[in-house]
């Protein structure tokens, strides 16, 4: 999925800003669908904190799909 | 502000908060930011800020999706295919700053307003913000912000 990441120009700070932006969401959409398939897979919150370096609580709370639609 | 304008005003605000954050979750993002503000206003029953622009809701959406794409194509990436879409919201609700700044300045320029808050003073509020999401849209949309700012003001005076 990446080639290469080449660093966009400095004398286009906005085009940089956009992109953070971009892969910011491409971030958090790859961290819901992967949370989705391990859990799929039986893995624990505690296996999901582990393999994204926080604890199982922090990535429960984040990242389970109950949380994602607010009540 | 007189009362009925104010009920009013809470009204539109509170369609324009759903719709977003609808337009939001459906594109992936968690929360709505401007330029789903943006879209919100094109949705809304009040025509001004459709008349305004000539824009259409699906060429906003079609935007965002490709100024998200072209970002990322800028530095190499290529998006695989994921479900990107959230499931709609209920309760609270939540924005991000730019949806909180857009809104604050609407108000403002629909202070004097005899109508109240229109969609026109949303888009205008979305044009005035020179960075950001919102901002790549209008020009993906081969819109100069500048030119938005005057057809907002134009329709507003009418």
């Not at chain 1, 080449?6 to 949370?35: H, K």
């Not at chain 2, 009925?4 to 459906?26: C, K, P, Q, S, Y």
């Not at chain 2, 530095?75 to 909180?100: K, M």
Request: avoid cysteine; hydrophobic fraction near 45%.
């Amino acid at each position: 999925m990446v080639d290469s990441i080449q660093i966009p120009s400095p004398n286009d700070p906005a085009a940089a800003f956009a992109s953070v932006v971009a892969l910011r969401r491409l971030a958090a959409n790859l961290e819901r669908e992967a949370v989705d398939r391990a859990l799929e897979s039986r893995w624990t919150w505690a296996d999901i904190g582990q393999a994204l370096g926080m604890t199982a609580q922090a990535a429960h709370k984040r990242l389970s799909p109950a949380r994602r639609a607010p009540r | 502000m007189p009362l009925r304008t104010a009920r009013h005003d809470v009204a539109v605000i509170a369609a324009l908060l759903t719709t977003a954050e609808n337009e939001a979750r459906t594109l992936g993002d968690p929360e709505p930011g401007a330029e789903h503000l943006l879209l919100a206003s094109l949705l809304l029953g009040d025509p001004s800020a459709r008349d305004a622009s000539g824009l259409t809701a699906d060429r906003v959406r079609e935007a965002i999706v490709a100024v998200h794409a072209e970002s990322l194509a800028a530095v190499g990436v290529t998006p695989p295919e994921l479900d990107s879409s959230l499931p709609p919201a209920h309760g609270v609700y939540r924005s991000d700053v730019s949806t909180q700044e857009v809104f604050q300045q609407a108000r403002r320029l629909a202070r004097r307003s005899a109508a109240g808050l229109r969609s026109a003073h949303v888009l205008l509020a979305v044009a005035e913000r020179e960075h950001g999401t919102a901002a790549r849209v209008l020009r993906q949309l081969g819109l100069e912000r500048a030119s938005v700012i005057e057809a907002a003001h134009r329709m507003l005076a009418q």
